[in-house]
Every structure is written in C-alpha cells, then in structure tokens.
C-alpha cells in the first residue's frame, strides 16, 4: 500500500537580521504654530535626533548637571525636508528584491494621531506614499524578470478596529477570523484577495478601501484614524524552465498604518472614544510586550504574540520569517513631548530584534501519488537560492 502523498515540502534557509528602525520628524502644523508651539525634536544628521526637554529650565540650578536633551541614533531619520520619494527609498524600497525571491516583508507606521502615519503610507494623490511606490516598484521588478519567472500578485486591505478584523475591499462581509494553517501561518479567513498588477488600479482600491476605515475627529487629529490598517500583497512566484522539479515561492508583503499610540488623556477622550483607545492601547502594548521580549539580549522572554489580533497577525513579521522595517513618527512640537519621548523610546528599544528571515520553497512534486523524498543541493548565486535534485528515494509500504 501506498503511503500519504507528499505533495510538496518547505525548505528554510536561516539569516538573521535586525528589524531596521526609521524615525520621521513631521513639519509643525498650523494648529502648532496657533497654539506657539517651539520645535523641541531635530534631525541632527542622517541617522541621529535629538529631543530637549521644553520643560527644564538653564537657570534651575538643582538640575544644572542633568542634561536637557537626548540623542536617539536609528538607521534612517528624517524630518520636514524630506519628501515621500526619499522616505520610501531610504526604508522599503530595498525590500523589493528580497520579495520576488522569496522573502517575506513588512513595513509598518508607529507613532502618535496625528504624526503623519498615514501620510507616509498612503499619501495624498499628489505626494503618494509607501503603498503605492512599493506596489510601482514591484511590478517594475516583476516585469523585469517576467521571460524567465511567472508571477501572481494577490492584495488584501484590512483593518483591526476594537479586536475585530474588517475587510476593507468588501467591507459588507462582516468579521472576520484570524487561522493559523498547517505550516503554521496566519491566514484571515474569508478575506477579498485581488489579483491586479495595475497600480492605478490598486491606488483606488486603496483609496475607497481608506475611506472604509474607522476615522472620527479627535482633539489631536480631525481625521484620526481610529484601527490599524493592513495591507498585505502576495507574491507567488514559478520558474518558466520545463524542469521536473517546479519550484514555487511564495513570499507576503504586509504594509501597516498603525492606530495612534498615545494615551487616551492626550486625546481627552471619552466614551466610545476611550473603549477604543483601550483596545488600540491592547494591541499596541501586546506589539510592544513582543518587541520587549524579542529585544532581550538572552532571549530569557516568552514572546506572547497571542495577547492580541495585530500581534497574532505580524508573529512572522516580528519574529520569524520577514524582513521588517519600523518607520516611527513623531511631531517636533513642545506640546508633544512627552508623546514623543515614550515614541523614541519604543523605537530604539526595537532596534535590538533580531527577525530570522528564511527562504520558504515549495516544491510541488509529481507524480503526487507516490510518497518521495527529495535529496536537494542548495546553492546561492548573486543572492538568488538554487535547488537541484540530486537524488529521489520512493517509498512504499
Ligand atoms: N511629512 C509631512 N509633510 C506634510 N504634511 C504632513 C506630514 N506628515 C503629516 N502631515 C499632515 O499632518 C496631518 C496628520 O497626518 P496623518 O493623518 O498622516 O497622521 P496619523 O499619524 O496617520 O494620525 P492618526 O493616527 O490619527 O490616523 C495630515 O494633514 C497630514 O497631511
């Protein structure tokens, strides 16, 4: 008798990397500039800011030793010069190449309402942001090498608003539940999956799926956004080769605008408001649980990704399969110090994860009756893996 039929079987290639931590320092806005607001946080130079305490006085002698200003050092730090080409150049276009050869990639916003997350993901019509720049570059790069690879693109939006999962291309279909499949991914069960490689065209799904997300006015934003945004493409890629062994990658790209981290006080809400500033706060603290533990430099932490939707969600992102990119956003105001404190804080404690980025190949094998198991030799050619089959071993019962 036959034994059960491998039909395929995953393959990981181990590399450790660093989550990679940009910090973007917004321009004062006019409410700002009306409330006299002096800029407290600077660039100081590509990679480092400072922020000065607009509360400490040069005159307070008791104080005179502590110093008034603290340096934070990121991978990137940007501030109101820089434009949204620059942005995206400098933090996600880099993860293109490693998505059309099987790497998984994340990309998320973090910071305070009203510090320019959104703006920095989705943009404006006139300034686009990440989303679209990446989603250009993609299939750019997909187009590229298109005569020796066959591609599908496949898109979902959703959001995570008060621990319930909403889809954002259809939003009528109610809520929605997070899986976990038999290789152990996360999968959203029942999601609207696009399948476009026309940018214009994901630009307005984007834009219409936007306008289903959860906004109310709060004191520090009139278009606050009140859940986190996902957006996750898909990659699935195949060798056009007439080969026995068909090698299938298949690598996701999640893109996150995150809810607004600050404490509900700061926003002087209320009510409802509260009750959602509570379930942000759960998913936000949950992210920030996990980054705590992965950043522990003996790895002693239990890494506790259950705790909420957003974190059972990024599990690979954080610390497993991807390579991730955390952009924070902070305003220079002095009224958003403190926000912009306990902002840097978080950022620079995520810059000690290590995430394990790997290689996950499926091999779909025929005939797939047949039990087999598949001798393979790896090999890395200008940063592409290459499998060849070196022997196969039938086996029957
Ligand atoms: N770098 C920037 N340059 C110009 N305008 C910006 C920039 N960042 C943010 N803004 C403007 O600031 C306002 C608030 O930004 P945005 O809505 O992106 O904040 P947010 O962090 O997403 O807020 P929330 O968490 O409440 O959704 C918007 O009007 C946006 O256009």
């Known amino acids: 008798m036959l034994c059960f039929p491998i039909v395929y079987q995953q393959l990981f290639m181990n590399q450790q990397q660093l989550l990679d931590v940009a910090l973007r320092i917004r321009p004062l806005s006019e409410a700002e500039h009306e409330d006299a607001a002096t800029v407290v946080a600077h660039r100081l130079d590509e990679q480092m800011a400072v922020l000065m305490d607009p509360m400490?006085?040069?005159?307070?002698?008791?104080?005179?030793?502590?110093?008034?200003?603290?340096?934070?050092?990121?991978?990137?730090?940007?501030?109101?010069?820089?434009?949204?080409?620059?942005?995206?150049?400098?933090?996600?276009?880099?993860?293109?190449?490693?998505?059309?050869?099987?790497?998984?990639?994340?990309?998320?916003?973090?910071?305070?309402?009203?510090?320019?997350?959104?703006?920095?993901?989705?943009?404006?019509?006139?300034?686009?942001?990440?989303?679209?720049?990446?989603?250009?570059?993609?299939?750019k790069a997909i187009e590229e090498t298109s005569d020796d690879m066959q591609y599908s693109v496949t898109m979902s939006y959703l959001e995570i608003y008060n621990e319930m999962i909403r889809d954002l291309l259809n939003p009528s279909s109610g809520f929605l539940d997070l899986r976990e499949d038999c290789k152990g991914g996360i999968q959203v069960a029942g999601i609207t999956e696009v399948s476009t490689i026309n940018a214009r065209e994901i630009m307005e799904l984007l834009v219409r799926g936007?306008?289903?997300?959860?906004?109310?006015?709060?004191?520090?934003?009139?278009?606050?956004?009140?859940?986190?945004?996902?957006?996750?493409?898909?990659?699935?890629?195949?060798?056009?080769?007439?080969?026995?062994?068909?090698?299938?990658?298949?690598?996701?790209?999640?893109?996150?605008?995150?809810?607004?981290?600050?404490?509900?006080?700061?926003?002087?809400?209320r009510g409802q408001r509260l009750k959602e500033g509570a379930h942000i706060n759960r998913s936000l603290l949950a992210l920030g649980n996990c980054i705590n533990a992965l950043s522990d430099k003996n790895c002693n932490k239990y890494v506790n990704y259950r705790d909420s939707k957003l974190t059972r969600l990024l599990k690979d992102s954080l610390g497993g399969n991807s390579r991730t990119v955390m952009i924070?956003?902070?305003?220079?105001?002095?009224?958003?110090?403190?926000?912009?404190?306990?902002?840097?804080?978080?950022?620079?404690?995520?810059?000690?994860?290590?995430?394990?980025?790997?290689?996950?190949?499926?091999?779909?094998?025929?005939?797939?009756?047949?039990?087999?198991?598949?001798?393979?030799?790896?090999?890395?050619?200008?940063?592409?893996?290459?499998?060849?089959?070196?022997?196969?071993?039938?086996?029957f019962e």
Do not use: W
Not at 368 to 388: A, K, T
């Open 328 to 395: 924070a956003h902070i305003s220079p105001a002095s009224l958003a110090f403190e926000e912009s404190r306990n902002t840097l804080t978080y950022a620079d404690r995520a810059k000690s994860i290590r995430t394990r980025v790997r290689d996950r190949i499926t091999l779909d094998i025929h005939p797939p009756s047949i039990q087999q198991q598949i001798e393979l030799h790896h090999e890395r050619v200008n940063g592409v893996s290459r499998f060849r089959k070196k022997s196969t071993l039938y086996l």
């Open 210 to 269: 936007n306008k289903q997300r959860t906004q109310e006015p709060t004191a520090a934003n009139q278009t606050s956004s009140r859940s986190h945004a996902v957006l996750q493409v898909g990659v699935r890629q195949q060798s056009r080769s007439r080969d026995v062994l068909q090698e299938v990658r298949f690598a996701r790209l999640f893109m996150i605008d995150l809810a607004g981290s600050e404490r509900a006080a700061q926003t002087q809400n």
């Open 56 to 139: 400490e006085d040069p005159d307070d002698i008791l104080r005179a030793n502590r110093s008034r200003e603290k340096t934070y050092m990121f991978d990137v730090t940007f501030d109101y010069l820089a434009n949204q080409e620059e942005v995206y150049r400098a933090t996600t276009k880099g993860l293109i190449e490693g998505l059309i050869s099987g790497y998984n990639a994340t990309v998320f916003a973090y910071g305070p309402t009203g510090c320019g997350k959104t703006y920095t993901m989705l943009g404006t019509d006139k300034e686009p942001g990440i989303y679209v720049r990446t989603l250009n570059d993609l299939f």
